[in-house]
């Protein structure tokens, strides 16, 4: 069964920097391609980031050159650095994984709150 576990989220100042973690088990992960979104109360689930099984990444307008999609394989894990927060970037931030035959599997989520 594939379980993907989040963490790293907490209360921050703007300006300040947070390094989410998602550790992933169940799966081959070194195959599955791994992204992070967000979603804000009263918002939508957006794309933050996402990360290929080869290592190409991409980002949304938003957080380019603020955050950092990383994955280490050996460990079975995906990173988000998430540097110059801002008030904006609050939300609770979710892990998801998506398999070679499009199957998705997404994590619990970890809050981040970034005061003003």
């Known amino acids: 069964q594939v379980q993907l576990v989040e963490s790293g989220g ?9 390094r989410l973690s998602c550790v992933v088990s169940g799966s081959i992960f070194r195959r599955m391609d791994m992204g992070w979104y967000r979603q804000a109360p009263g918002k939508q689930r957006e794309l933050v980031a996402t990360v290929t099984s080869g290592g ?5 307008d938003f957080v380019k050159g ?14 988000l650095q998430m540097n110059s927060l801002k008030p904006e970037d609050t939300a609770i931030y979710y892990c998801k994984l998506r ?4 199957g998705e599997y997404w994590g619990q989520g970890t809050q981040v709150s970034v005061s003003s």
């Open 10 to 18: 907490g209360l921050v100042q703007a300006g300040g920097s947070l």
């Open 56 to 60: 190409s990444t991409n980002y949304d």
């Open 66 to 79: 603020r955050f950092t999609i990383s994955r280490d394989n050996a460990k079975n894990t995906v990173y």
């Open 99 to 102: 398999n070679a035959i499009g």
